[in-house]
């Protein structure tokens, strides 16, 4: 973990700089503020945080991480929202009830990010799509065998990240 003085340092030499990369990247200041404010907690939390050689390679592969998460986030929103906007007015949800699903979306998508793109393409297919495994693996171009390996990695994925008590 970095010393609270490495890390003052590593802020006041490197906020400007990160800020501004990230200005360019996102094209609005406000993201890029709330972008770098992350990056910086990202350091912060990480308690096996190395002596830095170079601290701006460092904290940019962090924040080009985050800025993958806030436009895949703001994909899953534009979708959900234009699902809604097709639902007849009195189906529609309440606010309350859109942020909730929005915010279980975005858990779920960041859930499965850790699985390779196969495995991931075959949980969706099967729990989204409702396909069999003998329609995934014929889709995807493995065996049905594959398919069922892909289901468990997956699975098993899902239940070590949902359970709090999962080491």
């Known amino acids: ?9 590593l802020y006041s030499d490197h906020h400007g700089w990160l800020q501004g990369w990230l200005r360019r990247k996102m094209g609005n200041a406000c993201d890029a503020a709330d972008l770098a404010h992350d990056t910086f907690l990202r350091v912060l939390a990480r308690r096996d945080t190395p002596r830095l050689l170079a601290p701006r390679a460092y904290l940019g592969a962090i924040a080009r991480g985050l800025v ?5 986030h703001q994909d899953i929103e534009r979708a ?9 007015e009195t189906h529609a949800p309440s606010l309350e009830a859109r942020a909730i699903v929005l915010e279980a979306l975005v858990a779920i998508d ?3 990010d ?8 075959a949980f969706l297919l099967s729990q989204l799509d409702g396909l069999t495994y003998e ?25 070590e990240h949902c359970d709090p008590l999962a080491p």
């Open 68 to 72: 993958a998460d806030f436009f895949r």
């Open 110 to 112: 960041t859930m499965l």
């Open 135 to 159: 329609q995934i693996a014929q889709q995807l171009g493995v065996t049905k065998r594959t398919v069922s390996n892909y289901m468990c990695t997956a699975i098993g994925h899902c239940v």
């Open 114 to 121: 850790g699985l390779k793109p196969a495995v991931r393409q």
């Open 1 to 9: 973990m970095l010393p609270p003085s490495d890390l003052g340092t």
């Open 80 to 88: 959900y929202l234009d699902a809604l906007a097709a639902l007849p």
